[in-house]
Nanobody, 115 residues
Framework: QVQLVESGGGLVQAGGSLRLSCAAS????????MAWSRQAPGNQREVVAT???????NYPDSVRGRFTISRDNAKNTIYLQMDSLKPEDTAVYYC?????????WGQGTQVTVSS
């Protein structure tokens, strides 16, 4: 079992920045890939950043160049640095990890970008 706790959400003006954190505990030795997803009201959940065990990253076009995912293996923590935020980035952001063949999700943290 893996437990995930996110932090760092909040309200920011368009053009601003936020940094999200996701701390993992439990069977962290089995974690392979980690990712951030988001879900806006009325929309499906979408992946906005992934990072593999080797540090390789991937982003959709909607956030590439503005969002940066990173991981600190010693702290079992991943981060999402979000710059040049836009109102359309408003959503609940979820941390997600793959461990032992299972997906685990955090509780989510709200990010609101005002225009």
């Amino acid at each position: 079992q893996v437990q995930l706790v996110e932090s760092g959400g909040g309200l920011v003006q368009a053009g601003g920045s936020l940094r999200l954190s996701c701390a993992a505990s439990g069977s962290t030795f089995s974690i392979t890939s980690m990712a951030w997803s988001r879900q806006a009201p009325g929309n499906q959940r979408e992946v906005v950043a992934t990072i593999g065990s080797g540090g390789n990253t991937n982003y959709p076009d909607s956030v590439r160049g503005r969002f940066t995912i990173s991981r600190d293996n010693a702290k079992n923590t991943i981060y999402l640095q979000m710059d040049s935020l836009k109102p359309e980035d408003t959503a609940v952001y979820y941390c997600r990890v793959m461990a032992g063949g299972r997906l685990y999700w955090g509780q989510g943290t709200q990010v609101t970008v005002s225009s």
